[in-house]
């Protein structure tokens, strides 16, 4: 179950990343709209699907009990909202490298790398403060089931995504 829901994961991530217009720039359509809010609008249901492809390998693999549903799923949607914002700093440091990657200066290559790391620092944070808020809701080992997963998801979904993303050129 879990893997073939990953690779529909894995999948969505490669359309994303296909998509996107990474080391190009934006181009006027014939109605006058920019190429790159087609695709940001894009990206934007793909991220939308992929939270609910990951929330139903979530609810399909943790098997709570209706009490323990009742308190998990609101603390998750916040978890997920908060993630959210930080994913949406994630994909916009992407964006900028993607804008500048041709004419990329140390101190942009630098900038980005620290922003990278932030958003690791963020997602990080994050985990550690809703590890006790879930293990409020349920078990030890449901609370580590539930990181464990979400961390293999999003580990799936950065491999994905480094996998496309161009190397910095010295």
């Given at each position: 179950?879990?893997?073939?829901?990953?690779?529909?994961?894995?999948?969505?991530?490669?359309?994303i990343l296909t998509t996107?217009?990474?080391g190009q720039n934006s181009s006027q359509t014939p109605s006058g709209n920019s190429a790159q809010s087609t695709t940001d609008q894009d990206i934007d249901l793909l991220?939308?699907?992929?939270?609910?492809?990951?929330?139903?390998?979530?609810?399909?693999?943790?098997?709570?009990?209706?009490?323990?549903?009742e308190k998990f799923w609101p603390?998750?949607?916040?978890?997920?909202a908060e993630l959210v914002k930080i994913n949406d700093a994630k994909y916009a440091a992407l964006k900028e490298y993607a804008a500048s990657y041709n004419t990329l200066t140390d101190d942009q290559a630098t900038s980005l790398m620290r922003k990278a790391i932030e958003v690791d620092q963020a997602a990080a944070q994050l985990r550690l403060k809703y590890m006790?808020?879930?293990?409020?809701?349920?078990?030890?080992?449901?609370?580590a089931l539930f990181f464990q997963m979400d961390r293999r998801l999003v580990a799936l979904i950065?491999?994905?995504?480094?996998?496309?993303?161009?190397?910095?050129?010295?």
């Open positions: 179950m879990i893997s073939k829901s990953l690779l529909s994961i894995s999948m969505a991530t490669i359309v996107s217009s990474l991220r939308k699907d992929i939270r609910s492809q990951k929330k139903q390998i979530i609810a399909a693999n943790l098997q709570l009990t209706d009490n323990e549903a603390l998750y949607d916040q978890y997920t006790p808020i879930f293990g409020k809701v349920i078990s030890g080992k449901k609370t950065d491999v994905q995504l480094a996998s496309q993303v161009p190397l910095v050129q010295p």
